[in-house]
């Protein structure tokens, strides 16, 4: 969005829903779930494939969409001006960061992406990867083979990426480590903190797959050292499906090339016929193009209720939920795959019958009225802040007797 457009656009600090009384600011913790359809009709507890939309957020989406309809591109300063600007520091203000440190993406791919192909990789360098990572986070860099940069896989243990076993690997070529937050698969999450000292102290980047962190689990970038971060928003976001963000750390932003450029990449005027290719000063250098405001509308109303909530508060929440889940699965003596170690549980919680079909019990489970995911042959529920026991006690009774 050019220096141009916001030096034309008007002041846009109306409500985001005018004429609504109440809004995003009338959420509460004892209302909150009667803002999601779903919880009406199902236990969803599938918040980690693709979250339930809230009315605040559909509500935001029809907001932009009857702009559309009503004014054609007339306010398109102001929608870049408002998206660049208000949507997204509160972005940076739920993750610790500094709105110049946030680009739009449509997906947490192309965060990945950013990084695999942007960094200034030389013949003989190598990255760090988990050996449970999801493909997103594994393919960009494989496709890196033909540039001379070769994978070390660290080997989980249980499910558990140990700190101590990364640093095994860890040679004078070693650039950068990616890693998942938080194991789609398991919830196993991360030591953030240890893994960051540990490439503070050998002078190695990192890079993160947050989409299973961030909306479940407090985050501070600036605190953890974390140089790179891409979240997808359609999973515990609860945004819009093709809504995203990549966070880049404002020291480390010229490290990166960007690797698609385009009109947006630049700061220039609407005449688009003046030709300098000279990057945006912040991370909007990877905005190629036309951002999806229709669906960053839809995020903006959901990172609102975040911030009104509270990411702490969320992750108290969400971990007293997944608490309740362990202790019924335990007394029905289903197995308990994800990590119950202190500091290693996520929103995540895996489990197991210890003879049943992981894929028939969800079959049977969504005949009565109860979402969750397969993964690795397990079960996989991934509550968020609008579930409570009462989904837990539909999905233990719901269950096949062991």
Same mark, same amino acid.
């Given at each position: 969005?050019?220096?141009?457009?916001?030096?034309?656009?008007?002041?846009?600090?109306?409500?985001?829903?005018?004429?609504?009384?109440?809004?995003?600011?009338?959420?509460?913790?004892?209302?909150?779930?009667?803002?999601?359809?779903?919880?009406?009709?199902?236990?969803? +507890? !599938?918040?980690?494939?693709?979250?339930?939309?809230? @009315?605040?957020?559909?509500?935001?989406?029809?907001?932009?969409?009857?702009?559309?309809?009503? *004014?054609?591109?007339?306010?398109?300063?102001?929608?870049?001006?408002?998206?660049?600007?208000?949507?997204?520091?509160?972005?940076?203000?739920?993750?610790?960061?500094?709105?110049?440190?946030?680009?739009?993406?449509? !997906?947490?791919?192309?965060?990945?992406?950013?990084?695999? *192909?942007?960094?200034?990789?030389?013949?003989?360098? !190598?990255?760090? #990867?988990?050996?449970?990572?999801?493909?997103?986070?594994?393919?960009?860099?494989?496709?890196?083979?033909?540039?001379?940069?070769?994978?070390?896989?660290?080997?989980?243990?249980? &499910?558990?990426?140990?700190?101590?076993?990364?640093?095994?690997?860890?040679?004078?070529?070693?650039?950068?480590?990616?890693?998942?937050?938080?194991?789609?698969?398991?919830?196993?999450?991360?030591?953030?903190?240890? @893994?960051?000292?540990?490439?503070?102290?050998?002078?190695?980047? #990192?890079?993160?797959?947050?989409?299973?962190?961030?909306?479940?689990?407090?985050?501070?970038?600036?605190? +953890?050292?974390?140089?790179?971060?891409?979240?997808?928003?359609?999973?515990?976001?609860?945004?819009?499906?093709?809504?995203?963000?990549?966070?880049?750390?404002?020291?480390?932003?010229?490290?990166?090339?960007?690797?698609?450029?385009?009109?947006?990449?630049?700061?220039?005027?609407?005449?688009?016929?003046?030709?300098?290719?000279?990057?945006?000063?912040?991370?909007?250098?990877?905005?190629?193009?036309?951002?999806?405001?229709?669906?960053?509308?839809?995020?903006?109303?959901?990172?609102?209720?975040?911030?009104?909530?509270?990411?702490?508060?969320?992750?108290?929440?969400?971990?007293?939920?997944?608490?309740?889940?362990?202790? &019924?699965?335990?007394?029905?003596?289903?197995?308990?795959?994800?990590?119950?170690?202190?500091?290693?549980?996520?929103? !995540?919680?895996?489990?197991?019958?210890?003879?049943?079909?992981?894929?028939?019990?969800?079959?049977?489970?969504?005949?009565?009225?109860?979402?969750?995911?397969?993964?690795?042959?397990?079960?996989?529920?991934?509550?968020?802040?609008?579930?409570?026991?009462?989904?837990?006690?539909?999905?233990?009774?719901?269950?096949?007797?062991?």
């Amino acid at each position: 969005m050019s220096s141009i457009i916001q030096s034309q656009a008007v002041d846009m600090n109306t409500a985001l829903f005018p004429g609504e009384s109440g809004g995003i600011e009338a959420l509460r913790w004892d209302n909150v779930a009667s803002f999601f359809p779903i919880k009406q009709r199902r236990a969803y +507890l !599938n918040n980690a494939s693709i979250g339930a939309l809230s @009315t605040p957020v559909i509500a935001a989406v029809n907001y932009f969409m009857e702009d559309v309809r009503d *004014n054609g591109r007339n306010n398109y300063p102001e929608w870049c001006r408002y998206a660049d600007q208000s949507i997204k520091s509160r972005i940076a203000r739920l993750i610790g960061a500094d709105r110049s440190e946030i680009a739009f993406v449509k !997906n947490t791919t192309e965060g990945l992406v950013n990084v695999a *192909n942007g960094f200034p990789w030389k013949e003989g360098d !190598n990255v760090i #990867l988990a050996d449970i990572e999801y493909p997103s986070n594994v393919y960009c860099w494989m496709k890196l083979a033909a540039r001379g940069v070769s994978i070390r896989w660290v080997k989980n243990r249980d &499910g558990r990426i140990l700190v101590d076993d990364i640093r095994a690997l860890i040679d004078d070529r070693t650039r950068l480590i990616s890693l998942s937050a938080v194991q789609f698969s398991n919830g196993f999450r991360q030591d953030l903190e240890a @893994t960051s000292a540990l490439c503070a102290e050998h002078g190695i980047y #990192l890079n993160l797959d947050a989409i299973q962190w961030v909306g479940a689990l407090e985050m501070d970038v600036r605190k +953890l050292g974390v140089h790179f971060m891409s979240v997808g928003g359609h999973k515990w976001m609860l945004s819009p499906i093709g809504t995203g963000f990549f966070y880049c750390r404002k020291e480390v932003l010229d490290l990166l090339d960007p690797p698609s450029v385009g009109y947006h990449t630049v700061d220039s005027t609407e005449d688009h016929m003046e030709y300098v290719l000279e990057y945006r000063s912040d991370a909007g250098r990877f905005e190629e193009a036309l951002a999806n405001f229709t669906g960053l509308w839809g995020m903006d109303a959901a990172v609102r209720i975040q911030l009104a909530l509270g990411a702490a508060r969320i992750e108290r929440h969400i971990l007293s939920v997944t608490d309740y889940a362990i202790e &019924g699965l335990l007394k029905k003596n289903y197995h308990i795959v994800s990590s119950r170690i202190a500091g290693e549980r996520s929103g !995540n919680l895996s489990f197991r019958h210890p003879t049943g079909d992981a894929a028939e019990i969800s079959q049977r489970l969504r005949g009565a009225g109860v979402d969750l995911a397969v993964r690795g042959g397990n079960l996989r529920i991934s509550p968020s802040y609008y579930n409570d026991v009462n989904d837990i006690d539909r999905l233990l009774e719901a269950l096949p007797p062991v």
